[in-house]
């Protein structure tokens, strides 16, 4: 027995790092598994489960145990439960929202959602940060930054000079080699994309790009072709189901 183990141990200790890295996917797809079916999971959250493909899109973007990341935007929780259990116990996540969405936003909804998650310690390594989009803080301190649907927010309705700002506020807290990971709902020319909560990939490319970001790649994992981008994100025709452009861009180190 003795044998057995010291070979077994050689072996995972000399495995070829592709090998390594497809054993650390493997482990954070069994945790996000888990923490998707944990009992007391909010019941909001696994319609979203399908057409947001966490692990997927996790796993794209680089995410592994033991990473600092910051969920920006964070409302009411759904992607800050999956990140923890992304990164593991070692890992840790900031669950960023502003003051006033948690306390003005849907009559409270989002501040009760987030006490309820974080209640008894039962995501110990998420940290509530309460700031503003353009003062995120946290200094060179993030492995990861996520952006999930809500950069149109930024463009559509406080212009470029406010999206840059916001976007450089995300450069100066990553790590140098740090990832920013952005996911929106595909819009196209000629459309109300304010109104219809959308915006073009294009544009989001040219913004990263001037704050100074490398995009490495790009996903078409939660594209649909059934989405006509002539409907508001929240039409019950296209509802989470939405087609939606993955992009993984990194801080220069």
Known sequence: ?????????????????????????????????????????????????????????????????????????????????????????????????????????????YERTMNDRLANSRLPNVVMHIREYENLELDAQLDLAFLGNIVHDFHNRDGVPKTLEFLGSIYQALKPGGILGVVDHVGIAGQDNFELHRIEPELIRNLLQRSGFIIEAESDLLANSEDSHQVQVYSDTIYRRTDRFVIRARKPK
């Open 1 to 109: 027995m003795k044998l057995i183990f010291l070979i077994l141990t050689f072996v995972v200790l000399h495995l070829p790092a592709a090998a390594e890295s497809t054993l650390d996917a493997q482990a954070m797809q069994q945790r996000i598994l888990e923490q998707m079916q944990a009992a007391d999971r909010h019941k909001h959250d696994f319609p979203k489960d399908a057409h947001r493909k966490p692990f997927e899109t996790f796993d794209f973007l680089g995410l592994r145990a033991g990473m600092t990341v910051m969920d920006i935007g964070a409302y009411a929780g759904y992607s800050t439960e999956l990140l923890a259990a992304a990164v593991g116990p070692e890992g840790r996540v900031y669950s960023q929202n502003r003051e006033q969405v948690l306390t003005n936003y849907a009559d409270g909804y």
